[in-house]
């Protein structure tokens, strides 16, 4: 029998149902005999991050996002894309990162979906490879016109995606 792989799932969006959460859920259904994924939901408990903070100073709620990437086997990401750029709460716990080694050589899939989305995972990407992480090109994601392609049960309806995200789950076996 083989142990499944651990993977924390972070959002982007904080709405309570959105496209983006609804693409982390059909990755877990669709993963659910290889992979154990834990969404994080400590975005909005995240401080705003200040250089000037040590780390003997940290929050509890910055020590224990680091502590959850940490144990991880891999982490997947999946964000909208606000105003041509990362959604600033993101931005903010991954800014939380910068000073330690947490993502280094760490599995992670980067996803975008959004109406568009190619500046955010443009940019996601450049963050997320400067802290380190382990990718490669399946598992980078853009889905523009996301909702397009869920219905209103939040399943996916487009067939191409749903073999796009088996192969990214693939890279994580």
């Known amino acids: ?5 651990n993977i924390l799932a972070i959002c982007g969006s904080t709405r309570k149902n959105s496209a983006n ?7 877990a259904k669709l993963s659910s005999d290889t992979l154990a994924i834990k969404l994080y939901e400590g975005l909005t408990d995240l401080p705003y991050f200040n250089q000037d903070t040590t780390d003997a100073e940290v929050f509890l709620e910055v020590q224990n996002f680091r502590n959850e990437i940490s144990k991880a086997d891999g982490v997947i990401i999946c964000t909208p894309e606000y105003v041509f750029s990362l959604p600033g709460i993101l931005k903010n716990a991954l800014e939380w990162t910068v000073s330690t080694t947490v993502f280094s050589d760490k599995p992670t899939a980067l996803i975008t979906a959004s109406s568009s989305g190619e500046k955010a995972h443009e940019s996601l990407l450049l963050v997320m490879t400067t802290l380190g992480i382990k990718t490669n090109d399946d598992m980078c994601l853009l889905i523009s016109g996301v909702k397009s392609k869920l219905n209103t049960e939040g399943e996916i309806t487009d067939g191409e995606l749903v073999k796009k995200l088996n192969k990214l789950i693939h890279h994580f076996n």
């Open 1 to 5: 029998m083989t142990t499944k792989k």
């Open 21 to 27: 959460l609804q693409i982390i859920n059909a990755i």
